[in-house]
């Protein structure tokens, strides 16, 4: 089923089925913001990621000894469990809660709300995450948009960069051949800007660990800003795309893939957060559509 929510500047669509946006128009010209997804190149849209980001070393990772698989990004993404509820014409939520289906591959009782709120020309992001069980809960959050790049046919990929306030020459850490992360990092910021280039993406994503930018702006060298994601919340940050694709992932994250010598222990794993019995977690962030072509 799919929700829809608008205002007087935009209208906005998400699939029941795995939270997922798949659409975010401007009103007064019909214009697309969102990958709309092609099985040739990359079928998902907006993924929601829950309770882990990227993969685990092996699909796997342990807990008090025992062994546990997820596929990559978590069970949110897929999933036809979500509930969706239509709070009003401007806003809708979406939830999931621990079932013996995921107590299987996740052994932590939960509940997962993702809400999404138009408020003027920003689309507000939020998650609400609490500790039903009688343990601390181990657990990452973010999110995976994909943007139209270029936005119009008469442009380039190349014509575009992503603008990283307070930010640089941060370095980004390397995926290896698995999808873990390697200890190699490159540098590709210029003086604050990451330029879109054909070959940006050769060896996967993006990874920035604990950056201190915390707004990303997607910038026609000419026309000016397309929009731009405010993460406060978020201290990880993905930037992505497939190989030569119409499109860029901005991704907010609470956590990251493993690394390469991860012990595989959910207690262990990098950038892990931790929920104590009873706590609720909550985060959000923003993506804010300024182009006015």
């Given at each position: 089923m799919i929700h829809t929510i608008e205002n007087d500047q935009l209208i906005v669509r998400i699939d029941t089925t795995g939270a997922e946006l798949t659409s975010i128009k401007?009103?007064?010209?019909n214009k697309e913001f969102l990958w709309q997804g092609d099985p040739a190149i990359w079928a998902s849209q907006a993924p929601v990621l829950f309770p882990i980001i990227g993969g685990l070393k092996n699909g796997m990772y342990t807990y008090k000894g025992k062994s546990y698989s997820l596929p990559k990004h978590g069970f949110i993404r897929y999933n036809k469990n979500v509930i969706g509820t239509q709070n009003s014409k401007t806003k809708a939520s979406f939830s999931?809660?621990?079932?013996?289906e995921t107590l299987n591959s996740y052994p932590f009782e939960f509940s997962f709300t993702i809400s999404y709120e138009l408020i003027n020309n920003q689309l507000l992001v939020s998650h609400n995450i609490s500790n039903k069980g009688s343990e601390t809960m181990f657990f990452s959050v973010g999110g995976h948009p994909a943007f139209n790049c270029p936005l119009d046919s008469s442009e380039a990929y190349e014509d575009y960069y992503i603008k990283l306030e307070n930010v640089d020459d941060t370095q980004s850490y390397q995926l290896s051949d698995k999808g873990l992360i390697s200890n190699n990092t490159v540098s590709v910021i210029d003086n604050h800007k990451i330029w879109l280039t054909d070959t940006l993406f050769d060896k996967d994503a993006l990874i920035f660990k604990n950056i201190d930018a915390k707004k990303a702006t997607l910038i026609h060298k000419t026309n000016?800003?397309?929009?731009?994601?405010d993460f406060n919340d978020f201290p990880d940050l993905g930037i992505w795309a497939k190989h030569k694709s119409p499109y860029v992932c901005i991704e907010p994250w609470l956590g990251y893939a493993d690394l390469e010598e991860t012990s595989q222990n959910i207690e262990e794993k990098e950038g892990i957060q931790k929920l104590d019995e009873g706590k609720t977690?909550?985060?959000s962030y923003t993506i804010t559509i300024?182009?006015?072509r």
């Open positions: 401007t009103k007064k010209d999931l809660s621990s079932s013996e000016g800003p397309i929009l731009s994601m977690h909550n985060s300024t182009d006015c």
